[in-house]
């Protein structure tokens, strides 16, 4: 049987209906169903507008958790499966202010971070969400968050109270105890007696780890070839353990990285007591010559290999000898060679407070030596920096472990503040730090900030973090400071405002709420905002955090059409 061809003429079933065409005739239109219908002009501004309206979305920052963050957004019960860390929070304020870089959030992405205006954060000590019918209630009476579409709450490990109503004592200020003034003949330096241990400076296993040391058990990318142990066996060391400063000098071979070319080495006195032009095993492709101050006419009738020098080492150091040098890990790497005693300059020396940061042997010696090294373009002299790296620690040993360590002392200054004010467990000691190290970071970028405060609140933050950037002021009312913050954010030059407010009834919540309206409200547009309330989790150890990012002004654009 053949198939049935249907065909226009094919009759109509009895429930088709026929079709009915309009045929457009100049001064008649389709019909409309009641719409209505646009004149061109109304259509050209429709058009316009929708352009403009998506081109601003398309430049406006947002906020995106990925599955770590989803695990920190709190449940119907007020709790999350895993709270954020301070680091975490912290990774991405720093991200919304440096850009890409240096910080980046592993819980969330800030798309179109550049778009950013500025960074607001807003802290408010006192809110106590525990149960499931206090999150009900901080839900409800909190509307601005559902009304501006903030995200989910997100649970973050911060203490309940982050401050309290004392003062402490701030007549030596951080800047003072790390930069002192030096004495004029860096020899004194050894004839004062050492207060610090020179054991306590030595780096751990972990530091070296961290720092890229050259050790046997480490899976490194370069090959470990030719390396070499400095002893066959080593005594344990003590603060009677002769130091050494190394330094060396490299330039680039054809096997594409560094090798030795220079080793100088001081003792305690000052004295050279190792100094070695070295001959590279490979071809030379690049002198380097503006730092390491080698040439191809310094090298011309040099013998001696990286064994020999190695043999020489060898046989100069005992079996508890410290090195020192800055940095020590690159020479160690170019001697090829596997010391356990270090202790580095960079690692002891501290200017920024930022724990992973290092300052160049060049500032520390300028700064606490009152010395000045690697001038001109002749490239650095490994006898001087040697020399540099040995004053620098002996006088370290006749000042203090936290001498000249900015991250040692706001640990210490906070740790003394916590403990002694507050009956905290030492958990919440590190929260807190944590969180402050924030406005350190803040203020090592080119970004300027303000932080307001109740002035019950200004002992933890006074003379720790505040710079010439980053300034700090307190206030006596929450009131003022609210109007203070609002005031900084309208000044867009501040790119991070903060304010740390008290609120002394939990349940007065309406009132955080009016707070909130008015931080908002004060915020410019692409501006990231953060809200961090204290108290959450079934001991109120945590913290409730919102986020937003302050939409641009649609509505007027829609006035313009």
Request: charged share 25%; net charge positive.
């Amino acid at each position: 049987m053949g198939k049935r061809k249907l065909t226009d003429k094919s009759p109509l079933s009895s429930n088709a209906q026929p079709v009915v065409k309009y045929k457009r005739t100049s001064d008649q239109s389709p019909p409309t169903n009641g719409a209505k219908t646009l004149t061109e002009e109304e259509y050209s501004k429709l058009k316009l507008y929708l352009k403009e309206k998506k081109k601003i979305l398309k430049t406006f920052p947002r906020i995106l958790l990925n599955a770590r963050g989803q695990l920190s957004q709190l449940n119907d019960h007020g709790f999350s499966e895993s709270p954020l860390l301070p680091s975490d929070l912290n990774e991405l304020i720093l991200y919304s202010v440096y850009g890409p870089g240096k910080y980046v959030p592993k819980w969330s992405s800030l798309e179109m971070q550049c778009n950013l205006n500025q960074t607001c954060v807003l802290i408010i000590d006192g809110c106590e969400v525990k149960t499931k019918e206090d999150f009900l209630n901080f839900n409800s009476s909190l509307p601005i968050f559902s009304k501006y579409k903030f995200l989910p709450p997100i649970e973050v490990e911060l203490p309940p109270s982050w401050c309290a109503d004392y003062d402490i004592d701030t007549t030596t200020s951080m800047n003072n105890d790390v930069v002192s003034e030096s004495t004029p003949t860096q020899k004194k330096n050894m004839e004062n007696k050492e207060i610090c241990s020179r054991t306590r400076l030595l780096m751990s296993l972990n530091q070296m780890m961290v720092h890229n040391y050259p050790l046997p058990t480490n899976k490194r990318q370069f090959t470990m070839d030719g390396f070499r142990f400095t002893k066959n066996h080593y005594l344990p060391v003590t603060d009677n353990s002769p130091m050494y400063a190394i330094d060396c000098e490299m330039c680039y071979t054809s096997i594409g990285r560094n090798e030795l070319t220079r080793v100088s080495i001081v003792n305690e006195q000052l004295e050279v007591i190792y100094e070695s032009l070295v001959k590279p095993t490979n071809k030379i492709t690049n002198y380097l010559t503006v730092y390491s101050g080698i040439t191809a006419s310094k090298l011309k009738d040099v013998k001696t290999t990286l064994t020999d020098v190695q043999e020489d080492i060898i046989q100069i150091l005992s079996p508890d000898s410290i090195l020192i040098g800055q940095s020590l890990n690159c020479d160690l790497e170019a001697l090829k060679l596997f010391h356990p005693y270090i202790i580095d300059t960079s690692v002891i020396f501290n200017l920024n407070g930022n724990k992973g940061s290092k300052s160049k042997l060049k500032l520390l010696a300028k700064n606490f030596l009152d010395m000045n090294i690697q001038c001109g373009n002749l490239g650095h002299d490994s006898i001087e920096d040697s020399r540099a790296t040995m004053l620098l620690v002996q006088l370290k040993l006749c000042k203090s472990l936290t001498y000249g360590d900015a991250y040692l002392i706001g640990q210490r200054r906070l740790a003394e503040f916590v403990n002694k004010k507050v009956k905290i467990n030492v958990k919440h000691i590190e929260t807190f730090k944590k969180f402050l190290a924030l406005l350190q970071s803040v203020s090592e970028s080119s970004a300027k900030g303000k932080v307001h405060l109740k002035k019950n609140l200004m002992a933890a933050y006074d003379n720790i973090w505040s710079t010439s950037k980053l300034n700090i002021e307190e206030h006596s009312t929450n009131k003022m400071v609210l109007e203070s913050v609002c005031k900084s954010m309208e000044d867009t030059t501040n790119r991070f405002c903060m304010a740390h407010m008290q609120l002394k009834n939990k349940n007065n919540l309406d009132l955080v709420n009016r707070w909130c309206e008015k931080y908002w409200a004060a915020m410019s547009s692409f501006a990231l905002c953060a809200v961090l309330f204290t108290g959450c989790g079934a001991e109120g150890k945590n913290s409730v955090c919102l986020l937003n990012v302050k939409q641009p002004p649609l509505n007027q654009l829609q006035d313009k059409f």
